[in-house]
């Protein structure tokens, strides 16, 4: 049984389209993410969101967006996709809100942009 | 073996070896400090935190080593197997802000 699951894997795409990435966790946490991983594997944080507070990253373009219907879902939206948004995303969870105990990540969507 | 740096080095060691992966911090102020284990396509995985008040934790073959007076991290792990192959990164987070930062990896290759 998946803690973290996320769809769909894979996910290609044509410049300037608008997509979706679902992320879903049984859990019980409290708190979702969303990271982007580069050709260089490294990770960097996109959103961190409970049901009280969202926390952006200042870096992240307004094209991407959380959207939240319950405390168990986190989904990305993006808007004109662009080349360079072509990366592995993945979303995690955490049960303490300072991420104490580490995250729960989940496997991971490949998003090309073509 | 053993590695250092922060452009996703290599570090390739024979079954049954030691292996040592290094990771440098950038936040002084950071104290709680996590390794995962990143295989091919899949997530980072948890596998041993530390605190700032501690300088080593150990856990099943696996130990990790604090000196935050150089703001460096180690995981050392024994005895290394073909399944520890993977990519590994050191994420660093201060205290009460939920804002854990990752390194940039170490991918370590176990040869049988």
């Known amino acids: 049984d998946t803690a973290v699951s996320q769809t769909p894997k894979y996910l290609v795409t044509q410049m300037g389209n608008d997509k979706s990435i679902k992320c879903e966790q049984n859990l019980g946490h409290d708190t979702m993410y ?34 939240s219907p319950d405390k168990a879902h986190l989904n990305l939206h993006i808007n004109s996709l662009e080349l360079g948004d072509s990366a592995v ?26 | ?23 440098a911090y950038s936040n002084s102020a950071s104290d709680y400090f996590i390794w995962y284990k990143q295989e091919s396509g899949k997530g980072p995985q948890f596998i041993i935190d530390i605190r700032s008040n501690m ?19 180690s995981l050392q792990i024994a005895a290394t197997q073909p399944g520890d192959s993977a990519v590994y990164f050191c994420a660093e987070n201060p205290w009460h802000n939920n804002d854990m930062r990752f390194g940039a990896g170490t991918r370590l290759t176990v040869k049988p």
């Open chain 2, 55 to 73: 300088d080593k934790r150990q856990g099943q073959r696996v130990t990790v080593l604090l000196n935050k007076t150089v703001k460096h991290l």
């Open chain 1, 89 to 114: 995303y993945f979303c995690a969870s955490s049960q303490d809100p300072d991420g104490m105990g580490g995250y729960t990540f989940g496997s991971g969507t490949r998003l090309t942009v073509v």
């Open chain 1, 34 to 67: 969303w990271y982007k991983q580069d050709s260089k594997k490294f990770l960097k944080i996109m959103f961190s969101y409970n049901n009280k507070e969202l926390i952006i990253n200042e870096t992240v373009p307004n094209r991407f967006s959380p959207k």
């Open chain 2, 1 to 23: 073996g053993e590695s250092v740096g922060l452009h996703l080095p290599t570090l390739s060691v024979q079954e049954g070896d030691n292996s040592i992966i290094n990771c």
